[in-house]
């Protein structure tokens, strides 16, 4: 049974090209420093996480695309856990606006720290 040279190729083709395939997004060091900070929370290893994330942010815009899914929001998580709140939503709408599939989950953050900011800018109108 000899198997046609057409068919041959086609295989070797195939078997080359799926060893070339390239992951859709950049993900840079993330994966690994994520798995660094959840194992080892420290102020430090956030702070390389956050370095990364910038780092991520500006490669990919410097090839005009997206970061991945998520990592705008977990930018931003960040940033309100520092009590930049500000920041912190200007990221979730990054998020948002670059997939508009997170913007329920979005627009859920956005409304629950604006009303949180509301909540505590009146306790302090209060008790001035």
Not at 101 to 126: C, G, H, R, V
Request: hydrophobic share 35%.
């Amino acid at each position: 049974m000899n198997a046609s040279p057409v068919l041959i190729v086609a295989l070797l083709s195939l078997s080359l090209l799926s060893g070339c395939a390239s992951t859709r997004h950049d993900w840079g060091a993330y994966e690994s420093e994520l798995y660094t900070f959840y194992k080892s929370p420290t102020d430090e290893e956030k702070q390389e996480l956050t370095n990364e994330l910038a780092k991520t942010f500006a490669r990919c815009e410097e090839k005009g695309v997206n970061p991945p899914p998520g990592l705008y929001a977990e930018y931003g998580t960040f940033l309100f856990e520092e009590g930049d709140y500000d920041s912190a939503i200007e990221y979730y709408e990054k998020e948002k606006a670059a997939w508009p599939e997170s913007a329920k989950f979005m627009d859920a953050l956005i409304s629950s720290l604006n009303q949180q900011l509301t909540a505590d800018t009146e306790k302090d109108l209060k008790r001035e």
